[in-house]
């Protein structure tokens, strides 16, 4: 009896029936006659009412509901959730559907707004949800609503489909680029060609000349032996390191569209060390803030993509100001081969590079240092705006100001020979992939 009270509803159109037999036994004060028939409605209405819980509490198991959700989300992107039902009842129903989401998501539960489920009939629901940290999330029960064609009474069915799935860092991403990668189709997803200059100076084999080889790559050593024209063949250079350091200061912790600067710099570490491995490259990574709590050298192993994307989840960090000093100790004790060093960071003032350029310079001397910052989207809103007064006027100064630091900090990272990159968080990923494959083609490394 207790569980029939907890899954026992009225729908609104008992309601309004009700409040309609009320009118009537109103007017029966003035009509008479009306009471008689006041009352033959509220027999049928309580008739109705009786046979409608009859039809939805006939059948114990009269639904079945079940969730499923991939082990893994996919953070920043959309994830795709399906519920499956199943209808044992003989007759159509209507459902409704909430689903108890985590607490990290914005809405506590979600509702599918109600359809038609045939007699004896199943359906899969799909919705999406898209996590904005990374870590632990926690489902709770699907809560299915169910009502008969009599529409008067609604029954609720609570299924403990309870799971817990981790939210890790883009794969969806990284599979899109990866996917462009082995199609050499990465230019219609953004990518621009670059024209190489030069030869590649790693040696793949001597082969006979064709028409179209390049003559200045003939081997004539090879040719006297043969007899014939040999030439040499070169392919892209491979077994690079690659490192991305991820700056885990507080300057990554601002937020855009729900992912702080530092999540949106852990996806695209993740899809460029992807990308760097299918190129027959070595990825590494480093994660420092106060101090270097990350490294894992550069390697282009089966395994490598896993254990690089274990630790881009389990980052944690306290938004300190960032030990750049130490950073320097760290490339310079761990990294012995030249290296290209993909830095992810952010600077908000001319004053906050001053500080740090003698390390970044340092660390240029020895590697290909490329520094990876942001631009301040909401800035560029707010200039975009009309000013109404002479406050918003002020403001929109101090905006374009901060802009244009930006600019002068570009300049003077590489007026010191460093190569760096300003670009929005959403086009993040692209544009990185985009210097490194730049950087590839020109054989800066």
Not at 234 to 261: A, H, W
Request: aromatic letters at 12%; glycine letters at 2%; hydrophobic letters at 40%.
């Amino acid at each position: 009896m207790k569980s029939f009270y907890k899954s026992f509803y009225l729908n609104p159109l008992f309601f309004i029936a009700g409040a309609a037999v009320c009118l009537v036994f109103a007017l029966s004060f003035f009509f008479a006659p009306l009471f008689v028939i006041a009352k033959v409605f509220l027999a049928v209405l309580a008739l109705l009412v009786l046979l409608d819980i009859i039809f939805l509490y006939s059948k114990r198991n009269g639904i079945v509901a079940e969730r499923h959700c991939n082990y893994r989300l996919s953070n920043g992107d959309k994830n795709s959730i399906s519920i499956q039902l199943q209808s044992n009842y003989a007759f159509p129903i209507a459902v409704e559907i909430v689903e108890e989401l985590p607490a990290q998501l914005i809405n506590k539960a979600t509702n599918i707004d109600n359809f038609l489920l045939k007699a004896n009939d199943s359906n899969i629901l799909h919705y999406t949800v898209s996590p904005t940290e990374r870590g632990e999330y926690h489902f709770g029960s699907t809560l299915v609503f169910i009502t008969s064609p009599l529409k008067l009474v609604k029954r609720r069915f609570a299924f403990n489909t309870n799971q817990t799935v981790f939210a890790y860092p883009s794969y969806v991403q990284m599979q899109k680029f990866s996917l462009s990668a082995i199609s050499n189709s990465l230019q219609q997803v953004g990518s621009k060609q670059v024209r190489k200059l030069g030869n590649s100076v790693e040696f793949e084999q001597i082969k006979e000349y064709v028409q179209g080889d390049d003559y200045r790559t003939i081997n004539w050593k090879a040719t006297a032996r043969k007899s014939q024209l040999m030439v040499n063949t070169y392919v892209d250079e491979k077994c690079q390191q690659v490192f991305c350091l991820i700056d885990k200061s507080r300057n990554m912790k601002m937020p855009f569209e729900g992912l702080t600067l530092l999540d949106y710099s852990i996806n695209a570490s993740l899809a460029l060390s992807n990308i760097a491995i299918q190129k027959q490259d070595k990825a590494g990574l480093i994660c420092f803030a106060e101090k270097m709590d990350t490294f894992i050298p550069a390697d282009r192993k089966p395994m490598q993509m896993e254990a690089l994307m274990q630790q881009l989840y389990k980052q944690q960090t306290q938004f300190k100001d960032a030990d750049y000093e130490g950073l320097y100790a760290q490339v310079r004790n761990k990294i012995k081969q030249r290296s290209l060093l993909i830095l992810f960071t952010n600077f908000e003032s001319e004053y906050s590079l001053q500080r740090q350029l003698p390390y970044l310079k340092r660390i240029a001397s020895y590697h290909l240092l490329l520094v990876v910052f942001f631009e301040n989207t909401e800035i560029k809103k707010l200039l975009n705006r009309d000013a109404a007064n002479t406050e918003e006027i002020y403001v929109q100064t101090i905006a374009d100001k901060f802009l244009y630091e930006k600019k002068l900090m570009l300049k003077e990272l590489r007026y010191n020979g460093i190569m760096a990159t300003i670009t929005t968080p959403a086009e993040l990923t692209i544009n990185t992939i985009n210097k490194y494959l730049e950087i590839k083609a020109r054989q800066e490394l």
